[in-house]
T-cell receptor, first 115, second 109 residues
């Protein structure tokens, strides 16, 4: 039983294309996140949703649009892909958000390569 | 603002003890996490400290000093499988985790 799952695991695409990454968690958590990990392994928060509502939106280009159809799912759509978008994208979830102390559980990552 | 520093790389031998340090400067501190990330895999939770002192969990221990903005992760009886990146992350009230750039630990026989 996978707690946090992401699809696809690998994504190779051309510059200018639009792509989506899906994330699902079966932990019953209220909060979900998207992180980007660059080639230097630096893990940086992009977005966070709590009960389907956007609560964190870091300085991410508006080509990136998260969507949460329900609290178990958080998808990431990327328009007009650029070379610099190549990275590993991790989805994560935690029980709740406000307390700020909850352990985050990460999905396996989506390796995006833009050519 | 926030700033988290940890060494980029460390090496050690099997059976040894290694200490990975993390210093941080943040506002609204709400705890510090350590995560382990093997190459090509997701980060996995190791420890959480919010009070000063040492938390021990098997071969791994984590220490926190809030007044000094300092934490360390102590790994004992090192094994080859401990070769990984170790990520220090600070929790701030009302925001997501802020991660350091990670320390890549290489354990040799």
């Amino acid at each position: 039983d996978t707690a946090v799952s992401q699809t696809p695991k690998y994504l190779v695409t051309q510059m200018g294309n639009d792509k989506s990454i899906k994330c699902e968690q079966n932990l019953g958590h209220d909060t979900m996140y998207w992180y980007k990990q660059d080639s230097k392994k630096f893990l940086k928060i992009m977005f966070s949703y709590n009960n389907k509502e956007l609560i964190i939106n870091e300085t991410v280009p508006n080509r990136f649009s998260p969507k949460s159809p329900d609290k178990a799912h958080l998808n990431l759509h990327i328009n007009s892909l650029e070379l610099g978008d190549s990275a590993v994208y991790f989805c994560a979830s935690s029980q709740e958000f406000q307390r700020g102390r909850e352990t985050q559980y990460f999905g396996p990552g989506t390796r995006l390569l833009v050519l | 603002g926030q700033n988290i520093d940890q060494p980029t790389e460390m090496t050690a031998t099997e059976g040894a003890i290694v200490q990975i340090n993390c210093t941080y400067q943040t506002s609204g501190f709400n705890g510090l996490f350590w995560y382990q990330q093997h190459a090509g895999e997701a980060p996995t939770f190791l420890s959480y400290n919010v009070l000063d002192g040492l938390e021990e969990k098997g071969r791994f221990s984590s220490f926190l000093s809030r007044s000094k903005g300092y934490s360390y992760l102590l790994l004992k009886e090192l094994q080859m499988k401990d070769s990984a990146s170790y990520l220090c992350a600070v929790s701030q009230a009302g925001t997501a985790l802020i991660f350091g750039k990670g320390t890549t630990l290489s354990v040799s026989s």
